[in-house]
């Protein structure tokens, strides 16, 4: 089997040397399950990658939801789509075709300016989960799809969780010179309690981390691990 799938591999190489290059569609890895025809040249660890890539692309896109849900106001199209439609209108683009204001920034730049008291845009949410989805890409090597010559590193893998981690404690913490919270996510005072953004941000986190465990595993390399202290708000490189 797996012989077959190397030779249709090198088919398909040469057939995309015969034609014209399209750009990559795809924004996000698909569930492997729906794969199709592209499954056959994919190794196993190449369908786990992007197993684990859909699921945390998943959440960020219900955490998305939940926190225009708690902050209605500020959405930049509210006037033109319902939440989820804006939502998978954000998801149906690449960062850098569509939110072009942002390319030349750094992913983790973009999250710290979504949760600055100084900051002049009107959408908060849409720019902390552009910034998100564009650092935790980043530690994919920003692809999409993989294949048997397709490699990632642990160490970014590992790095964006602790972002993550970081990038949760802003989003409870930060608060503007009144002392309220820049983006409402989990309950505040008189509230009844809601861990459900703790439990989508943790399952984030966790997949980013199994995925770093495994690729360490099959590369047998070691992983740094690294104490942060997410009030230093002091991102890692990816």
């Not at 849900?69 to 509210?78: K, L, Q, V």
């Not at 849409?126 to 910034?131: H, K, M, N, P, R």
């Not at 980013?208 to 708000?233: E, P």
Request: glycine letters at 4%; charged letters at 25%; hydrophobic letters at 40%.
């Amino acid at each position: 089997m797996k012989l077959f799938k190397i030779i249709f591999l090198l088919l398909s190489f040469c057939l995309s040397g015969c034609t014209t290059i399209q750009p990559n569609q795809n924004i996000m890895a698909v569930n492997p399950d729906k794969a199709g025809l592209s499954r056959w040249g994919k190794s196993d660890i190449d369908e786990v990658i992007e197993l684990h890539q859909h699921a945390v692309m998943q959440d960020l896109k219900s955490l998305m939801v939940k926190l225009y849900y708690r902050n209605p106001n500020g959405r930049h199209d509210a006037d033109i789509r319902t939440i989820e439609e804006s939502v998978n209108s954000v998801f149906m683009h690449a960062n850098t075709d569509y939110y072009q204001y942002w390319n030349s920034m750094k992913a983790t730049d973009i999250v710290r300016i979504s949760l600055d008291e100084t900051y002049q845009g009107s959408d908060r949410v849409l720019a902390f989960i552009i910034g998100l989805r564009k650092m935790i890409l980043a530690s994919y090597d920003n692809h999409t799809e993989f294949f048997y010559l397709t490699s990632i590193d642990e160490q970014k893998l590992y790095n964006s969780a602790r972002n993550i981690e970081i990038a949760a404690w802003m989003l409870a913490e930060k608060r503007d010179v009144d002392d309220k919270l820049i983006l409402l996510s989990d309950s505040v005072e008189q509230e009844t309690r809601n861990l459900s953004y703790q439990r989508l941000i943790g399952q984030m986190i966790a997949t980013q981390d199994n995925l770093a465990t495994i690729m360490a595993h099959k590369s047998g390399r070691l992983i740094k691990n690294v104490v942060v202290k997410a009030a230093s708000m002091v991102f890692l490189p990816i």
